[in-house]
C-alpha cells in the first residue's frame, strides 16, 4: 500500500475542516489539524459536520489535532504538502510566511495557499524560494457555526494551479500541483480542477470579493438591501466591478461581459448575506483587504489604469483596519504605526 501524504492543515474553520474531511475520505492523505479557538472543543467531541457533498458526520478527527504550527524535523516527518486556509490579513503579523515557517521543510514541502485575493503567493516564493507554491481559488459554501460544527451548504469546487517560481524548474511546481489534484479529487465527491489559467479565477472572484465585500464592510449592509435600495449598487457596487474588470482585461484576463450582473445578483435576494469582511469588522476582526482591495490597485497603478472608486475604497478600509489595530494595542495614540 502507498505511503499517504503527510499534510499539514493550518486554518480549521469552514473551509479548512471540509479540505481535510475531503482529504482523509480520499484515502491518499493523512492530515495534521492545526486548531485554535476550536481545540478544546473537537479535541473532546471531534467535529459535527453537515455537508452537501459528504453528508451528516458526528465526531470525526483528523489523524492529528494539535494548537500550534509544529516545528519541521523536530520528531515530526516533513510535510510533503502545507495547506493554509486561514484568513490571509498582510498587514498584521504574524503574516502567512511567518505563520508557517517553523513546519516547512527546504525543497520538499509544497505549499497550497486556498485563500482569497491578488499576488498572495510572491511572498512566500520570497519566504520559501526552494519550495513549490499552489495557488488554490476554493468556491465552496461553509461555516464554522460555533466550535467543532460545520454547515457546508454550498459544493466543494476547487482550482488548484502551480504559481511560477523562478527558483525552481517549472515541471517541480507542475508535478506539485498535479499531485494536489489528484489527493483532492480521490474522494471522488467534490469537483478539483487542475488550470494553469488559475489568475483568471482569481480576478472574476475579486469582481464580488473587491467591490460588494468592501462596499458591504464598510457602511455594514448585506448584499439584499444593497440590491433593494438599488442606487448602492448603480452608485457604489458597479462602478467598483467596471473598474476591476478594467484592470484585469489590461493584465491579460479578459473577463465575460456580464460578469457584473452576474457578481450583483450572486446571492439569493432574500438570504441578507453578509460577506465576510462585514462579518469581520461587525466582529471587532481584522480584513484581509490588503490582498483583495490593496493588490488590485497597486496593479492598476503599475499598468496605468485610472481606479478612483478602487483607491477611495481601499482608504476607507485601511482606516477601519488602524481602528480595530488600535482597539487591539497594535496602535497607539499620539499615532505610533503597527510595525509590518
Not at 166 to 189: D, T
Not at 290 to 312: F, T
Not at 325 to 340: D, F, I, Q
Amino acid at each position: 500500500m502507498a505511503t499517504k501524504s503527510n499534510i499539514l492543515l493550518v486554518g480549521s474553520g469552514g473551509v479548512g475542516t471540509m479540505a481535510a474531511y475531503n482529504l482523509e475520505v480520499g484515502g491518499l492523505a493523512s492530515v495534521t489539524a492545526v486548531l485554535r479557538s476550536n481545540f478544546k472543543a473537537v479535541s473532546e467531541n471531534g467535529f459535527t459536520i453537515t455537508s452537501v457533498d459528504h453528508g451528516n458526520i458526528k465526531g470525526w478527527k483528523p489523524t492529528n489535532i494539535i494548537n500550534a504550527v509544529p516545528a519541521a524535523g523536530n520528531n515530526t516527518a516533513p510535510f510533503d504538502f502545507i495547506v493554509v486556509t486561514t484568513k490571509n490579513v498582510a498587514d498584521v503579523h504574524p503574516t502567512v510566511a511567518e505563520l508557517i515557517a517553523p513546519a516547512v521543510t527546504k525543497g520538499h514541502t509544497t505549499i497550497a495557499l486556498l485563500q482569497n485575493g491578488l499576488n498572495i503567493e510572491k511572498p512566500i516564493i520570497a519566504a520559501f524560494p526552494k519550495n513549490p507554491v499552489l495557488s488554490g481559488v476554493s468556491l465552496i459554501g461553509a461555516t464554522e457555526t460555533s466550535h467543532s460544527h460545520v454547515l457546508h451548504d454550498d459544493p466543494d469546487e476547487l482550482i488548484v494551479s502551480p504559481y511560477d517560481n523562478p527558483n525552481i524548474p517549472n515541471e517541480v511546481s507542475v508535478a506539485a500541483a498535479k499531485k494536489f489534484a489528484e489527493l483532492y479529487s480521490a474522494s471522488r465527491k467534490v469537483d478539483c480542477e487542475y488550470n494553469e489559467n488559475v489568475g483568471f479565477v482569481r480576478w472574476r472572484k475579486l469582481v464580488y470579493n473587491a467591490c460588494y465585500n468592501s462596499a458591504c464592510a464598510v457602511v455594514r449592509m448585506d448584499t439584499s438591501r444593497m440590491r433593494m435600495y438599488k442606487f448602492p449598487i448603480e452608485d457604489v457596487v458597479r462602478p467598483l466591478m467596471m473598474e476591476i474588470i478594467a484592470i484585469a482585461k489590461v493584465s491579460g484576463h479578459d473577463l465575460p461581459e456580464d460578469i457584473a450582473d452576474k457578481m450583483i445578483y450572486a446571492d439569493p435576494e432574500f438570504t441578507f448575506f453578509k460577506p465576510s469582511m462585514q462579518q469581520d469588522i461587525e466582529k471587532g476582526n481584522f480584513i484581509e483587504f490588503e490582498n483583495i482591495v490593496g493588490e488590485p490597485l497597486r496593479e492598476s497603478e503599475r499598468l496605468g489604469v485610472p481606479a478612483p472608486n478602487l483607491r477611495m475604497i481601499y482608504g476607507l478600509l485601511k482606516i477601519l483596519q488602524w481602528k480595530t489595530m488600535e482597539t487591539k494595542g497594535l496602535v497607539k495614540l499620539p499615532v505610533s504605526p503597527p510595525a509590518v
